[in-house]
């Protein structure tokens, strides 16, 4: 079920995530990380440089940078907007900067896997979806369409918001996934406070999902939410229609 920005054209109708919108398809991975995961790779003062030659010698680059390294993490900063990122210190220009450089590894990493694999396991879907869905501040609910071999056809945005019943409806699920002629689903949404635990109000929006998918004989196959280094499928948590997904 991965989505490319190709073969995954999406439907935006509610505003775009809280930093720079996200009009390509694509959330999290599991294993925890250390506190920062390309510090360790390239080292401090390394980083330090990279950013220096971001935002440019001038200006107290040099000072900015080591001021910004030492406040917060990048995986803190890439959650960040671009007012935000100035509350730490940066100027517009260079908040702005920032900001590009992370939507734009963003979008590399989502375009990684081929869009003709087939998404048979939740942490496929996961390895999919999480450059999308990593450092949202708010709730997006994503439905993954897919054909008789468990292959992308299309990505629809259902909902940005809190999760509820009333706004993830079956219908703007499904209105999609008849008009393509899915022959399968599975949906997923990130959780911003970085845990991945279902709450009541997921597990009664997929367990209404599964009873109309039953009645449309468009099945969803699971529920996959995400968090910061962690997801959990509903599907290994709840009784599904089948023990297990079609092959």
């Known amino acids: 079920m991965p989505a490319s920005a190709d073969s995954d054209s999406e439907r935006h109708r509610e505003s775009p995530p809280p930093h720079l919108a996200h009009d390509d398809p694509a959330v999290t991975?599991?294993?925890?990380?250390?506190?920062?995961?390309?510090?360790?790779?390239?080292?401090?003062?390394?980083?330090?440089?990279?950013?220096?030659?971001?935002?440019?010698?001038?200006?107290?680059?040099?000072?900015?940078?080591?001021?910004?390294?030492?406040?917060?993490?990048?995986?803190?900063?890439?959650?960040?907007?671009?007012?935000?990122?100035?509350?730490?210190?940066?100027?517009?220009p260079q908040a702005e900067r920032l900001a590009c450089a992370f939507e734009l590894g963003r979008r590399v990493e989502s375009h990684r896997r081929r869009p003709t694999a087939s998404l048979r396991h939740p942490s496929e879907v996961v390895a999919r979806m999480a450059p999308i869905l990593r450092g949202l501040e708010q709730e997006t609910f994503h439905a993954l369409l897919l054909d008789a071999r468990h292959r992308l056809l299309h990505r629809v945005l259902v909902s940005?918001?809190?999760?509820?019943?009333?706004?993830?409806?079956?219908?703007?699920?499904?209105?999609?996934?008849?008009?393509?002629?899915?022959?399968?689903?599975?949906?997923?949404?990130?959780?911003?406070?970085?845990?991945?635990?279902?709450?009541?109000?997921?597990?009664?929006?997929?367990?209404?999902l599964i009873e109309v998918g039953e009645l449309l004989g468009i099945p969803l196959l699971d529920h996959v939410v995400v968090g910061d280094d962690r997801w959990v499928s509903l599907r290994e948590r709840m009784p599904f229609p089948n023990s297990r997904q079609a092959t």
Not at 72 to 90: H, K
């Open 160 to 208: 940005a918001g809190t999760l509820t019943t009333s706004l993830v409806h079956p219908r703007e699920v499904f209105r999609e996934a008849i008009r393509r002629s899915a022959a399968a689903l599975v949906v997923v949404h990130n959780h911003p406070s970085g845990d991945p635990e279902p709450s009541q109000e997921d597990r009664a929006v997929t367990r209404r």
């Open 29 to 92: 991975t599991a294993g925890a990380a250390p506190r920062n995961a390309h510090e360790l790779e390239v080292g401090p003062a390394s980083l330090c440089a990279l950013l220096v030659r971001m935002f440019g010698s001038r200006a107290g680059g040099h000072a900015r940078s080591a001021a910004l390294l030492e406040r917060a993490s990048l995986s803190v900063l890439s959650r960040m907007d671009i007012p935000g990122l100035t509350s730490m210190g940066l100027t517009g």
